[in-house]
Protein backbone atom coordinates (compact mmCIF):
# COMPACT_ATOMS: atom_id res chain seq x y z
CA UNK A 1 0.00 0.00 0.00
CA UNK A 2 1.15 3.03 -0.96
CA UNK A 3 1.73 6.21 1.70
CA UNK A 4 0.74 9.60 1.20
CA UNK A 5 2.12 11.35 -1.80
CA UNK A 6 3.58 8.15 -3.27
CA UNK A 7 2.80 6.98 -7.17
CA UNK A 8 0.38 4.65 -7.18
CA UNK A 9 2.27 1.93 -9.20
CA UNK A 10 0.55 0.54 -12.05
CA UNK A 11 -1.62 -2.35 -12.41
CA UNK A 12 -0.30 -5.80 -14.01
CA UNK A 13 -1.12 -5.93 -17.46
CA UNK A 14 -3.89 -8.62 -17.74
CA UNK A 15 -3.04 -12.67 -19.06
CA UNK A 16 -2.78 -12.78 -22.62
CA UNK A 17 -6.33 -14.91 -24.34
CA UNK A 18 -4.86 -17.55 -26.77
CA UNK A 19 -7.83 -17.65 -29.28
CA UNK A 20 -9.47 -20.82 -29.79
CA UNK A 21 -8.87 -21.18 -33.40
CA UNK A 22 -5.52 -20.96 -33.94
CA UNK A 23 -2.41 -22.23 -36.76
CA UNK A 24 -3.30 -25.64 -37.71
CA UNK A 25 -6.17 -26.02 -35.97
CA UNK A 26 -7.86 -22.98 -37.72
CA UNK A 27 -6.27 -24.29 -41.46
CA UNK A 28 -8.06 -28.02 -40.24
CA UNK A 29 -11.47 -26.33 -39.54
CA UNK A 30 -11.42 -24.00 -42.77
CA UNK A 31 -10.57 -27.38 -44.96
CA UNK A 32 -13.49 -29.05 -43.52
CA UNK A 33 -15.64 -25.90 -44.52
CA UNK A 34 -14.09 -25.86 -47.92
CA UNK A 35 -14.88 -30.11 -48.16
CA UNK A 36 -18.07 -29.87 -47.04
CA UNK A 37 -19.19 -27.08 -49.37
CA UNK A 38 -18.03 -28.69 -52.48
CA UNK A 39 -19.45 -31.52 -51.62
CA UNK A 40 -23.07 -29.60 -51.24
CA UNK A 41 -25.26 -29.82 -54.68
CA UNK A 42 -26.79 -26.56 -53.97
CA UNK A 43 -23.72 -24.82 -53.27
CA UNK A 44 -22.24 -26.31 -56.58
CA UNK A 45 -25.27 -25.36 -58.53
CA UNK A 46 -25.04 -21.50 -57.30
CA UNK A 47 -21.38 -21.47 -58.48
CA UNK A 48 -22.50 -22.94 -61.86
CA UNK A 49 -25.35 -20.77 -62.04
CA UNK A 50 -23.42 -17.25 -60.85
CA UNK A 51 -20.20 -17.74 -61.25
CA UNK A 52 -19.11 -20.03 -64.22
CA UNK A 53 -19.16 -18.54 -67.66
CA UNK A 54 -22.17 -19.05 -69.73
CA UNK A 55 -22.03 -21.64 -72.47
CA UNK A 56 -22.05 -19.49 -76.50
CA UNK A 57 -25.22 -21.11 -78.10
CA UNK A 58 -25.31 -18.59 -81.03
CA UNK A 59 -25.10 -20.11 -83.64
CA UNK A 60 -21.70 -18.93 -86.07
CA UNK A 61 -22.67 -19.01 -89.56
CA UNK A 62 -19.62 -17.58 -90.91
CA UNK A 63 -18.19 -21.08 -90.40
CA UNK A 64 -20.24 -22.88 -92.06
CA UNK A 65 -18.26 -23.90 -95.34
CA UNK A 66 -17.12 -27.16 -96.84
CA UNK A 67 -14.60 -28.18 -94.93
CA UNK A 68 -15.10 -26.17 -92.01
CA UNK A 69 -15.63 -27.52 -87.97
CA UNK A 70 -18.41 -25.82 -85.85
CA UNK A 71 -20.35 -26.45 -82.70
CA UNK A 72 -23.93 -26.92 -83.70
CA UNK A 73 -26.96 -26.96 -81.20
CA UNK A 74 -30.07 -27.86 -81.81
CA UNK A 75 -33.67 -28.74 -80.45
CA UNK A 76 -35.20 -32.36 -80.78
CA UNK A 77 -37.26 -34.80 -79.24
CA UNK A 78 -36.57 -38.69 -79.27
CA UNK A 79 -39.07 -39.28 -82.50
CA UNK A 80 -37.16 -37.09 -84.40
CA UNK A 81 -34.97 -39.94 -84.74
CA UNK A 82 -38.08 -41.63 -87.06
CA UNK A 83 -39.88 -38.94 -88.43
CA UNK A 84 -37.38 -36.12 -89.64
CA UNK A 85 -36.10 -36.30 -93.14
CA UNK A 86 -35.17 -35.10 -96.12
CA UNK A 87 -35.30 -36.42 -99.96
CA UNK A 88 -32.76 -35.86 -102.45
CA UNK A 89 -30.96 -37.58 -105.33
CA UNK A 90 -27.12 -37.11 -104.13
CA UNK A 91 -24.28 -38.97 -101.97
CA UNK A 92 -21.87 -36.13 -99.79
CA UNK A 93 -19.11 -37.94 -97.77
CA UNK A 94 -20.97 -41.45 -98.59
CA UNK A 95 -24.25 -40.34 -96.41
CA UNK A 96 -27.43 -39.54 -98.06
CA UNK A 97 -31.03 -38.47 -97.33
CA UNK A 98 -33.96 -41.18 -96.24
CA UNK A 99 -35.93 -40.55 -99.33
CA UNK A 100 -34.72 -40.12 -102.81
CA UNK A 101 -34.90 -37.05 -105.50
CA UNK A 102 -38.58 -38.85 -106.18
CA UNK A 103 -39.62 -38.80 -102.47
CA UNK A 104 -39.47 -42.58 -102.48
CA UNK A 105 -37.41 -44.26 -99.85
CA UNK A 106 -34.05 -44.12 -100.54
CA UNK A 107 -32.94 -48.14 -102.17
CA UNK A 108 -30.99 -50.33 -100.09
CA UNK A 109 -28.10 -52.46 -101.41
CA UNK A 110 -26.41 -55.74 -100.42
CA UNK A 111 -23.37 -53.56 -99.24
CA UNK A 112 -25.83 -51.57 -96.80
CA UNK A 113 -25.67 -52.92 -92.84
CA UNK A 114 -28.38 -55.32 -91.80
CA UNK A 115 -28.38 -52.70 -88.66
CA UNK A 116 -28.66 -49.34 -89.35
CA UNK A 117 -28.01 -46.83 -86.50
CA UNK A 118 -28.38 -43.70 -89.01
CA UNK A 119 -24.52 -43.65 -89.08
CA UNK A 120 -25.07 -42.15 -92.58
CA UNK A 121 -28.43 -40.57 -92.83
CA UNK A 122 -29.27 -37.37 -93.14
CA UNK A 123 -31.75 -35.63 -91.50
CA UNK A 124 -32.90 -31.71 -90.90
CA UNK A 125 -32.64 -29.76 -88.18
CA UNK A 126 -32.85 -26.63 -86.72
CA UNK A 127 -30.57 -25.15 -84.51
CA UNK A 128 -31.25 -23.52 -80.58
CA UNK A 129 -31.87 -20.65 -79.82
CA UNK A 130 -31.77 -19.06 -83.50
CA UNK A 131 -33.69 -21.70 -85.61
CA UNK A 132 -31.57 -22.23 -88.47
CA UNK A 133 -31.65 -24.97 -90.98
CA UNK A 134 -28.92 -27.71 -91.30
CA UNK A 135 -28.70 -31.10 -92.28
CA UNK A 136 -27.12 -33.44 -90.18
CA UNK A 137 -25.59 -36.60 -91.17
CA UNK A 138 -25.18 -39.31 -88.08
CA UNK A 139 -26.60 -37.62 -85.24
CA UNK A 140 -28.47 -40.36 -83.79
CA UNK A 141 -25.35 -42.54 -84.54
CA UNK A 142 -23.54 -40.57 -82.01
CA UNK A 143 -23.55 -42.25 -77.77
CA UNK A 144 -25.00 -39.83 -75.76
CA UNK A 145 -28.26 -39.04 -78.18
CA UNK A 146 -28.27 -42.88 -78.97
CA UNK A 147 -28.69 -43.45 -75.34
CA UNK A 148 -30.79 -40.59 -74.27
CA UNK A 149 -33.55 -42.94 -77.33
CA UNK A 150 -32.85 -45.71 -75.49
CA UNK A 151 -33.96 -44.24 -72.37
CA UNK A 152 -36.93 -42.47 -73.69
CA UNK A 153 -38.27 -44.86 -76.62
CA UNK A 154 -40.99 -42.73 -78.52
CA UNK A 155 -42.85 -45.71 -79.60
CA UNK A 156 -46.53 -45.56 -78.36
CA UNK A 157 -46.01 -41.67 -76.71
CA UNK A 158 -47.54 -39.02 -78.74
CA UNK A 159 -44.73 -36.11 -79.26
CA UNK A 160 -46.37 -33.36 -77.77
CA UNK A 161 -45.46 -35.92 -74.16
CA UNK A 162 -41.99 -36.32 -75.15
CA UNK A 163 -39.48 -33.83 -73.45
CA UNK A 164 -37.66 -31.52 -75.62
CA UNK A 165 -33.79 -31.00 -75.40
CA UNK A 166 -30.47 -29.47 -76.99
CA UNK A 167 -27.72 -31.05 -78.45
CA UNK A 168 -24.53 -29.44 -79.01
CA UNK A 169 -22.04 -31.31 -81.69
CA UNK A 170 -18.61 -30.56 -83.41
CA UNK A 171 -19.97 -30.91 -86.92
CA UNK A 172 -17.81 -31.20 -90.00
CA UNK A 173 -19.17 -29.23 -92.93
CA UNK A 174 -19.26 -31.80 -96.07
CA UNK A 175 -21.62 -30.39 -98.60
CA UNK A 176 -24.78 -27.91 -99.37
CA UNK A 177 -27.76 -28.83 -101.32
CA UNK A 178 -29.05 -26.16 -103.77
CA UNK A 179 -32.40 -27.43 -103.56
CA UNK A 180 -33.98 -29.82 -100.84
CA UNK A 181 -37.57 -31.56 -99.83
CA UNK A 182 -38.04 -31.64 -96.35
CA UNK A 183 -40.47 -33.49 -94.04
CA UNK A 184 -40.51 -32.60 -90.18
CA UNK A 185 -43.10 -35.62 -88.98
CA UNK A 186 -44.14 -38.98 -90.80
CA UNK A 187 -46.36 -38.65 -93.57
CA UNK A 188 -46.11 -34.94 -93.18
CA UNK A 189 -46.31 -32.62 -96.18
CA UNK A 190 -43.14 -32.03 -98.16
CA UNK A 191 -41.49 -28.55 -98.08
CA UNK A 192 -38.55 -26.91 -100.38
CA UNK A 193 -35.42 -25.10 -99.04
CA UNK A 194 -32.62 -24.07 -101.12
CA UNK A 195 -29.19 -23.69 -100.33
CA UNK A 196 -29.16 -25.79 -97.26
CA UNK A 197 -25.66 -27.03 -95.64
CA UNK A 198 -24.80 -30.52 -95.14
CA UNK A 199 -22.36 -30.62 -91.98
CA UNK A 200 -21.23 -34.59 -90.39
CA UNK A 201 -21.58 -34.89 -86.43
CA UNK A 202 -18.13 -35.72 -85.26
CA UNK A 203 -19.15 -35.56 -81.36
CA UNK A 204 -22.19 -34.65 -79.62
CA UNK A 205 -23.12 -34.15 -75.92
CA UNK A 206 -26.85 -34.25 -74.48
CA UNK A 207 -27.00 -30.98 -72.60
CA UNK A 208 -28.50 -30.85 -69.05
CA UNK A 209 -31.63 -29.35 -68.68
Not at 91 to 104: I, K, P, Y
Not at 112 to 138: C, F, H, K, M, W
Amino acid sequence: MSGPGQPIPPRPPPPELRPVLAGRLLWAFGALLGIAGLANPVFNGFVQRKLAPPEEIRTDKTLWRDGQEANVRVTLITADAARLACAHREVVDGAHCANGGDRLPWARTAEDPAEDNGENLIQPYRTSPDNELILLVGLWAQPEVAMRLHREPPMGVPPKRLNRFDVTCRVRFVGRFDSVDLRWDTGGQWTKERSTPVARAESCRVNAG
